[in-house]
């Protein structure tokens, strides 16, 4: 099955694409995890688009649609993938349509107030891509799964997370329209804990 999950920065895609990676057997594909995974390392990619993910902005269409096409034609891909933060733009949706088949689009619906909370209390961890929330790790200052050190990441600034939100209404926001009219969304209420959450999701995806 081939997944998208929609929703605004700090809805929960992450959080949720790594447990159904787990229980579909199928990878996640997270352009956020990619682009930072480039930037720590200062690949010619991560020194390019530094400024633009510190900044919030989105990495232009054409260097995002390129990397997805050449993952998704990766073997581990074929039994179907979960696609977290992508597409991000219409432009990536239709680039998205001409190389692949989308079975379903999740869409993770949460207010305002409920993603800045998310948001300012996230911890993550750049050695496995880990996510966490102050409100489970406690005092924790490293990952529980692996053991690397956590940190905040830089576009979690209060400043930043602004122009993402901005980002995500003003270009993101027509995907649900989008995949509306191809009848693939379904929308999901992102707001509860996770594993009420993630229970919502996995009844759409029996039906
Ligand atoms: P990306 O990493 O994709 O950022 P995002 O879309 O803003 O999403 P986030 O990772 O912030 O949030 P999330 O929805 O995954 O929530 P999470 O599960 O972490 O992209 C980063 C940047 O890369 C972009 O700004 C852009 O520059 C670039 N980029 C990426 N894709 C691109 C594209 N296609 N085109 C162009 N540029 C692109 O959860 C958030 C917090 O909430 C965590 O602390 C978590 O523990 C907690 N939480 C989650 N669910 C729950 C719950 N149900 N209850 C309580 N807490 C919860």
């Known amino acids: 099955m081939n997944i998208i999950l929609l929703g605004a920065p700090g809805s929960g895609k992450g959080t949720m694409a790594q447990k159904l990676t787990v229980e579909l057997d199928i990878p996640q594909i997270s352009t956020g995890d990619i682009f930072r995974k480039n930037?720590?390392?200062?690949?010619?990619?991560?020194?390019?688009?530094?400024?633009?993910?510190?900044?919030?902005?989105?990495?232009?269409?054409?260097?995002?649609?390129?990397?997805?096409?050449?993952?998704?034609?990766?073997?581990?891909?074929?039994?179907?993938?979960?696609?977290?933060?992508?597409?991000?733009?219409?432009?990536?949706?239709?680039?998205?349509?001409?190389?692949?088949?989308?079975?379903?689009?999740?869409?993770?619906?949460?207010?305002?107030?409920?993603?800045?909370?998310?948001?300012?209390?996230?911890?993550?961890?750049?050695?496995?891509?880990?996510?966490?929330?102050?409100s489970t790790l406690g005092n924790a200052t490293v990952c529980p799964v692996c053991g690397g050190k956590l940190i905040v990441r830089k576009d979690d600034s209060e400043e930043t997370v602004l122009e993402r939100l901005r980002v995500y209404e003003s270009t993101t926001l027509p995907l649900i329209e989008y995949y509306r009219n191809q009848r693939k969304l379904v929308t999901v209420d992102g707001t509860g804990g996770v594993e009420v959450v993630y229970r919502r999701i996995l009844d759409v995806l029996h039906k």
């Open 39 to 134: 930037l720590k390392e200062e690949t010619p990619l991560g020194l390019q688009i530094k400024d633009i993910l510190n900044g919030g902005g989105l990495v232009p269409d054409e260097i995002t649609i390129e990397i997805v096409k050449n993952r998704l034609a990766e073997p581990d891909c074929s039994k179907g993938y979960i696609l977290d933060g992508f597409p991000r733009s219409i432009a990536q949706a239709e680039a998205l349509d001409s190389f692949q088949h989308v079975d379903c689009a999740i869409n993770l619906d949460v207010d305002k107030q409920t993603i800045v909370s998310r948001l300012s209390g996230r911890r993550f961890c750049p050695d496995c891509n880990g996510t966490f929330h102050i």
